[in-house]
């Protein structure tokens, strides 16, 4: 960089993968808004490609939600989860995880928030995609049982949970952006 104050994105994205296990100092806004904006952009290119170049989605929902069997939700989610997986967007994703995660945890730091909070907040979308498949296939296997008033209360309790992972992920979108765009806390050294 030519200058100490002033950032480019060029300068953003070298840094981001060139420091992509640091996560003793700090990133300034510049840095890791131009880095998001960088996975931004990767993430686009990635699900266009898979638009373009993947077979259109084998997902079929039946019409009557009444006659919805087990079968057919763990047809859902397994062809969710395989095709979500075999995709350059997932692959961009898994490439970028780690240094995407240093910056933030670098730039939680600039801003004087708390590093396990950074950690919580990048790790919170990993583990309700695996919960919510996990309540998913319980499902699935309360639906084949039968619904029941025995079983309904589980039904409506997967429900909540789901719903309140979805909520959770929300949350920690909306605490990473107001930590994000805070000033700068400290003075160390990039």
Known sequence: MTDTNRITFVDAVRDGFR???????????????YWFLFTALMSVVASTADSVFLPPSAVVIPEDLDTFTGNQIRGILDTT????????????????FIPTLTVTIRRFRDAGSSVILAWAIHLIGPFSAYVLFSLGYAAADMVDAGVTDANAGSLLLIAVS?????????????????????PAKSTEPR
Request: proline residues 2%.
């Open 162 to 182: 789901m719903l309140a992972l979805a909520l959770a992920n929300l949350a920690a979108l909306i605490i990473w952006i107001v930590v994000a765009v805070r």
């Open 81 to 96: 989860l395989n095709e979500s997986i075999r995709t350059l967007g997932t692959a961009v994703t898994i490439w970028l």
């Open 19 to 33: 420091r992509w296990l640091d996560t003793t100092n700090t990133a300034s806004r510049p840095d890791f808004w």
